[in-house]
């Protein structure tokens, strides 16, 4: 992965004010649904990762509805998705990890599933 500044306190505070309107990622080819995840997490955007994890709730929203899980897959790329996203806002905006993680699902529409 390479090497980039934290966001700022601003441009976090910022992210988690449009998290709301953020896309889910374009997932229209279920084989390639994990290369998406990887592309995703080695761009290493915030942005990115936010659309990651709001893909993955929404996913295991409609899994519970049908009586499903999500898979393997979808459970190890949301957190690693998590942990990037939450590690780094929390050192940008000097917050406790679940603080931020509370904040950005509220953002998302999930809550805390």
Known sequence: MAMRKIIS??????LL???SGIDVLDVDNEKKREEIYKETL???QCIGWAK?????YYRKQEKANQGKKITATDTKYLKMA???L???LS????????SVKERVLNEIGVGSI
């Open 9 to 14: 306190n601003e441009e976090g505070n910022d």
């Open 52 to 56: 990651m994890i709001k893909t993955i």
């Open 91 to 98: 050192i940008s905006m000097q917050l406790e990890t679940i």
């Open 42 to 44: 080695h761009q290493c």
């Open 86 to 88: 939450y590690h780094e």
């Open 17 to 19: 004010d449009e998290l």
């Open 82 to 84: 998590e942990d990037y």
